[in-house]
C-alpha cells in the first residue's frame, strides 16, 4: 500500500513537499511516479524514480520539482517549488517493477497506488 502526505494551499511561489510512503513492501525494487489529476483534464504523469536510479521529470515541472527516495523510510518524496496555479491537482503516487523508459512508464497499469493529497496553487 501506498499512502501520500503534505498537500494543502500555497500561494503561487511557493513550495511544498509530498510524500509517498510505502507499507508492506519496500521501494528497494520497484519505480515510483507521482501523478497528478486535475478536474476537466487528463491524468498527467510528473516525475518518477526508478530503482536503478533513472529520474524522469515532464516538461512542465523541469525546474520546479525535485523527486527523491529515502530508502531508510522507504518514502519517496516530490519537492515542488515555484509553485504555479496551473500545478493545482490531486497528486498522487504508485509504484510497478518497470524501468522507466521516458514518459511511457506512466502508460503502464501500476501495481500500487496511493489515495492522493490535493495540492492547491492561489495566484
Known amino acids: 500500500q501506498l499512502a501520500e502526505s503534505g498537500g494543502g494551499s500555497v500561494q503561487a511561489g511557493g513550495s511544498l513537499r509530498l510524500s509517498c510512503a510505502a507499507s508492506g513492501f519496500t521501494f528497494n525494487d520497484y519505480s515510483v511516479g507521482w501523478f497528478r489529476e486535475a478536474p476537466g483534464k487528463e491524468r498527467e504523469g510528473v516525475a518518477a524514480?526508478?530503482?536503478?536510479?533513472?529520474?524522469y521529470y515532464a516538461d512542465s515541472v523541469k525546474g520546479r520539482f525535485t523527486i527523491s527516495t529515502d530508502n531508510i523510510k522507504n518514502t519517496v518524496y516530490l519537492h515542488m517549488n515555484n509553485l504555479r496555479p496551473e500545478d493545482t491537482a490531486v497528486y498522487s503516487c504508485?509504484?510497478?517493477?518497470?524501468?522507466?523508459?521516458?514518459?511511457?512508464?506512466?502508460?503502464?497499469?501500476?501495481?500500487?497506488w496511493g489515495q492522493g493529497t490535493q495540492v492547491t496553487v492561489s495566484s
Open positions: 524514480v526508478s530503482s536503478s536510479g533513472t529520474i
Open positions: 504508485a509504484a510497478d517493477k518497470l524501468e522507466i523508459y521516458g514518459s511511457s512508464w506512466f502508460s503502464w497499469g501500476k501495481q500500487y
